[in-house]
């Protein structure tokens, strides 16, 4: 059982949340334990023939608390679904040989990952790697002959000063840190050592690494030219990089001799760089910066030699996982469109054609995008696919073909189980009439002539989408008896650059409209109860939800989560704060205070009346703990209503521990029942 210890206001055993989960369970509906039992299909590898696809199944170690993965792999037409390795072995990341002979991936043994290759004719096996830090990106050569990855390379930096050491035996405490980075720490990997990534090659039958790049430098993800001879990565090779994180460049590596040169020079990110399989072009993403908050990723080709750079298509949404037709006719890639992920095909001149949907599901927590898909030679196309009722299973489509789901991981739970119905909704916002994208999921054995509480729920980024997709979170709240609505107000992403640069120089402000219009247009179907409205979100959502109990006492509670309270602090507690402050406002807080000051929730706080729970990570790095700590900290001197749960183990992906997805639901669900009033919901 989970400490009581997370929350810095202690709840005694009598409180909502001990109240509501000593309730008998509806066994019919998905509870907090069945968070532990789910499992999701990641990175979907079709082999070379377009016959097999290997891929991670994913799923929850009860007793280890964390994410486990090993490799399975299943026939495209949904036959043979086995194990490639033993399902206790952590495994991931395969990767096809050219010819299909041979899988490549790495897995961790004894505590130290590495690379391995299985033969898949006789099942045997060899790591061909003994690396002293972990290698990511696998590429093999065209000609199979080799394999190109990127791993971190520390550096020892020379002592500031020189202290004398302890005597034998003594303690003098942890070492101290000498820092002078602009990022000095960062969300999930706490404080950075000293080093960077590059690019290693290997001979494919196993042997020592030979590092290819080197400098003060980050290199990414290695692509082969056809011929072996090269590859191309992005990389900020800029010496002020640490001050210019966008700029990127796409970059060339002799695989012989080392020499790297630059095949584009603009300002801003060019990414993703893939070469066709003819070796004439070269394929990329990025764009022109302009220095808004939201910019479209776009589409490029060049020549082979960097020459003749041109955006390709007109498609207003951002494009991501591009890759070469075998043929080298067009490229596979994909983009979020309303909310929903897709796969499509652009030809060189633009013409482009959309194949498949409902890409993601590796969220589990919250309906956010993301992803992955591979191609065959032949063009038969594997991802993974969510809808709300599952997340990320294995699907297989085709140009011009139906797509067909070939997994179904958590039949055997949701078999059981009946899920809240998800229904799209469209509305007007109240500021300018725009029309905006919501999603309502009702309570399993919803009656529309009874009244029911609401809880609108707001994504985070703010640039991000929610869509149709699953979330365990909000499930959670229907099953407790509440009607959720989510939405994608202004800034929001998949809806085109205009609409998400609405908020540029101005978030929050009226994305406030948007998301009490969409409350407005749920109360007017007729089943919610007016004096029962609830109101949560995570990172940017928990800076609208600050905002939101600033400006309106309309709700009855609210859950803060992980949010920035005050710009001028964040900025400078961030771990990306050489990007906020030049891309989300016109400069430095000491340059532009009141910019800073009237968009700052902590600047309402003084008009908040609405008992406000507060949710943070003491690891959080990308808000930083300090934020929700002057939001608590002012309403206890006001003595509004509140409480902090912290999580002391939690950077600011709270959710990334099961424990701790099941924890903070179960709490904002004890916050809003201990301020409901009347009939209560049940806890799952």
């Known amino acids: 059982m989970r400490s009581s210890s997370i929350a810095l206001v202690l709840l005694a055993a009598s409180s909502p949340v001990a109240r509501a989960q000593s309730k008998p369970a509806d066994n019919n509906r998905f509870g907090?334990?069945?968070?532990?039992?789910?499992?999701?299909?990641?990175?979907?590898?079709?082999?070379?023939?377009?016959?097999?696809?290997?891929?991670?199944?994913?799923?929850?170690?009860?007793?280890?608390?964390?994410?486990?993965?090993?490799?399975?792999?299943?026939?495209?037409?949904?036959?043979?679904?086995?194990?490639?390795?033993?399902?206790?072995?952590?495994a991931g990341s395969p990767r096809w040989s050219p010819d299909g002979s041979r899988l490549l991936f790495a897995a961790t043994l004894d505590g130290k990952s590495d690379i391995f290759v299985r033969w898949m004719d006789s099942g045997?096996?060899?790591?061909?790697?003994?690396?002293?830090?972990?290698?990511?990106?696998?590429?093999?050569?065209?000609?199979?002959?080799?394999?190109?990855?990127?791993?971190?390379?520390?550096?020892?930096?020379?002592?500031?000063?020189?202290?004398?050491?302890?005597?034998?035996?003594?303690?003098?405490?942890?070492?101290?840190?000498?820092?002078?980075?602009?990022?000095?720490?960062?969300?999930?990997?706490?404080?950075?050592?000293?080093?960077?990534?590059?690019?290693?090659?290997?001979?494919?039958?196993?042997?020592?690494?030979?590092?290819?790049?080197?400098?003060?430098?980050?290199?990414?993800?290695?692509?082969?030219?056809?011929?072996?001879?090269?590859?191309?990565?992005?990389?900020?090779?800029?010496?002020?990089?640490?001050?210019?994180?966008?700029?990127?460049?796409?970059?060339?590596?002799?695989v012989?001799?080392?020499?790297?040169?630059?095949?584009?020079?603009?300002?801003?990110?060019?990414?993703?760089?893939?070469?066709?399989?003819?070796g004439k072009l070269i394929a990329y993403t990025g764009f022109d910066d302009r220095?808004?908050?939201?910019?479209?990723?776009?589409?490029?080709?060049?020549?082979?030699?960097?020459?003749?750079t041109h955006a390709v298509g007109t498609l207003d949404r951002d494009v991501g996982g591009i890759t070469w037709s075998r043929d080298s006719k067009g490229l596979y890639f994909q983009y979020d469109d309303q909310g929903d992920t897709k796969i499509a095909f652009i030809t060189p001149t633009g013409q482009t054609t959309t194949i498949a949907a409902g890409l993601g599901g590796l969220d589990l927590g919250r309906p956010y995008g993301g992803g992955s898909f591979s191609v065959s030679d032949a063009g038969r196309i594997a991802f993974n696919q969510t809808s709300p009722d599952h997340p990320a299973d294995v699907a297989v489509v085709a140009a011009g073909q139906a797509v067909q789901r070939l997994t179904r991981l958590n039949d055997d739970l949701f078999g059981t189980k009946t899920l809240g119905a998800v229904e799209e909704i469209w509305y007007q916002s109240s500021f300018d009439k725009r029309r905006v994208q919501g999603w309502i999921v009702k309570p399993p054995g919803f009656d529309p002539s009874k009244k029911y509480p609401l809880v609108l729920e707001i994504h985070g980024g703010p640039f991000a989408n929610y869509g149709v997709r699953y979330a365990s979170e909000i499930q959670l709240y229907a099953a407790a008896g509440y009607v959720v609505l989510y939405t994608n107000p202004r800034g929001s992403t998949s809806y085109g650059e205009e609409f998400g640069n609405l908020i540029h120089h101005d978030y929050p402000n009226h994305d406030y409209d948007d998301l009490m219009s969409g409350v407005d247009a749920v109360i007017a179907k007729g089943y919610i109860d007016p004096a029962s409205l609830f109101v949560t979100g995570g990172s940017g959502g928990g800076v609208l939800t600050a905002w939101i109990v600033g400006h309106t006492n309309r709700f009855r509670a609210a859950v803060v989560q992980k949010p920035m309270i005050n710009w001028y602090s964040f900025v400078l507690t961030s771990d990306d704060d050489a990007t906020y402050y030049r891309y989300w406002f016109p400069g430095f807080p000491w340059e532009n205070?009141?910019?800073?000051?009237?968009?700052?929730?902590?600047t309402y706080v003084g008009k908040v009346t609405t008992p406000t729970m507060l949710v943070t990570g003491e690891v959080d790095y990308r808000t930083p703990s300090s934020e929700a700590e002057q939001f608590y900290e002012a309403l206890k001197l006001r003595k509004v209503p509140t409480a902090m749960v912290r999580f002391p183990d939690a950077p600011h992906d709270i959710s990334g521990k099961p424990s701790n997805m099941m924890a903070k639901v179960a709490y904002i669900l004890g916050w809003f029942e201990k301020y409901r009033g009347g009939a209560s919901p049940t806890t799952p």
């Open 32 to 90: 907090l334990r069945d968070i532990f039992e789910l499992e999701w299909a990641a990175d979907p590898q079709i082999s070379p023939d377009g016959k097999r696809i290997a891929f991670e199944r994913s799923s929850f170690d009860v007793m280890k608390d964390r994410p486990r993965a090993s490799l399975w792999s299943v026939n495209t037409d949904g036959t043979d679904l086995r194990p490639l390795l033993d399902p206790a072995r952590q």
């Open 124 to 254: 045997q096996e060899a790591k061909l790697t003994h690396l002293e830090e972990s290698p990511s990106a696998l590429a093999w050569s065209p000609n199979g002959k080799w394999i190109a990855f990127t791993m971190f390379v520390p550096e020892e930096p020379k002592p500031f000063v020189q202290l004398p050491s302890p005597p034998d035996g003594a303690d003098w405490g942890p070492p101290i840190k000498f820092i002078d980075q602009v990022q000095y720490r960062f969300d999930g990997r706490g404080y950075l050592r000293r080093g960077h990534d590059h690019i290693f090659v290997l001979p494919a039958e196993g042997g020592t690494a030979r590092q290819l790049t080197s400098g003060p430098f980050d290199d990414g993800a290695p692509k082969w030219t056809p011929d072996g001879a090269s590859i191309v990565f992005s990389a900020n090779r800029r010496p002020d990089a640490e001050h210019e994180p966008l700029d990127t460049e796409i970059h060339e590596v002799s």
């Open 256 to 278: 012989n001799s080392g020499e790297v040169k630059s095949l584009t020079n603009r300002r801003g990110p060019d990414l993703d760089p893939a070469v066709s399989p003819d």
């Open 291 to 308: 220095r808004q908050g939201y910019q479209v990723t776009r589409l490029y080709i060049m020549n082979r030699d960097g020459s003749g």
């Open 593 to 602: 205070l009141d910019q800073y000051v009237k968009r700052s929730p902590i």
